[in-house]
């Protein structure tokens, strides 16, 4: 188990750009998260997948983004035409689904912090 | 409007003394509340699960209380140490929700 990883750890790019982030899941899960956290306030869900299927989305993810998890292992989150109010950590998380109701908790990656020149 | 809300702030303590940070959360249905600690930097870690049924529970140094009828957790931090500085977030399930409701953590910072 090597946790959650997620590249690149900074990305820094000018504003109208389209910037690509990666998250690799624990990997006997089935369920991956997304979220965006600004300074001082806790994370906020974007988005998640059960395998390859994006179940849910947040309306704080706007048309310039798209999330996707092709195969039902990583995950990329693309972001297009970025704006200076994108500029944020944005966290990836995943969990197991037992398929029982039961909660496993979700294992949180380090993040992508991006800034938007 | 499901809410989870956080006191204080933020925290200064010194090295060894003890600290209790606050959590009211306005959510339903209620499934689970966690506490999460998040180092500047890295992403949230979980410390302890609470579910409704359960009052308290201790991980180590950390204790957590939940007081359901009244919709308000605590942790409970004894014997602090540098590295206890971090935000500490308080997270809610609801239940049929897959995504988590999220406070806005209390920073703390402990000083030697």
């Known amino acids: 188990d090597t946790g959650v990883s997620q590249n690149p750890r900074h990305k820094i790019t000018k504003r109208g750009q389209n910037v690509t982030f990666r998250c690799d899941p624990i990997?006997?899960?089935?369920?991956l998260y997304w979220y965006r956290q600004t300074l001082g306030q806790g994370p906020e869900f974007l988005t998640y997948?059960?395998?390859?299927?994006?179940?849910?989305k947040s309306r704080l993810l706007s048309d310039r983004f798209s999330a996707e998890r092709p195969k039902g292992s990583f995950s990329t989150l693309e972001i297009q035409r970025t704006e200076q109010g994108d500029s944020a950590m944005y966290l990836c998380?995943?969990?197991?689904?037992?398929?029982?109701?039961?909660?496993?908790?979700?294992?949180f990656g380090d993040g992508t912090r991006l800034s938007i020149l | 409007k499901n809410q989870v809300e956080q006191s204080p702030q933020s925290l200064i303590i010194l090295e060894g003394k003890n600290c209790t940070l606050q959590?009211?959360?306005?959510?339903?249905?209620?499934?689970?509340l966690r506490w999460y600690k998040q180092d500047t930097g890295r992403g949230p870690v979980s410390l302890t699960i609470?579910?409704?049924?359960?009052n308290t529970k201790s991980n180590g140094r950390y204790t957590a209380t939940l007081d359901a009828d009244t919709k308000q957790s605590s942790l409970h931090i004894t014997a602090s140490q540098l590295s206890d500085s971090a935000s500490y977030i308080c997270?809610?399930?609801?239940?049929?929700?897959?995504?988590?409701?999220f406070g806005a953590g209390t920073r703390l910072a402990v000083h030697p």
């Open positions: 998380a995943s969990s197991l689904s037992l398929g029982t109701g039961g909660w496993q908790p979700q294992h």
């Open positions: 990997s006997e899960h089935n369920r």
């Open positions: 997948f059960q395998n390859e299927a994006q179940l849910e």
């Open positions: 959590c009211n959360y306005t959510v339903s249905p209620f499934s689970n």
């Open positions: 609470m579910t409704f049924s359960e």
């Open positions: 997270v809610v399930r609801s239940g049929g929700y897959n995504k988590l409701i």
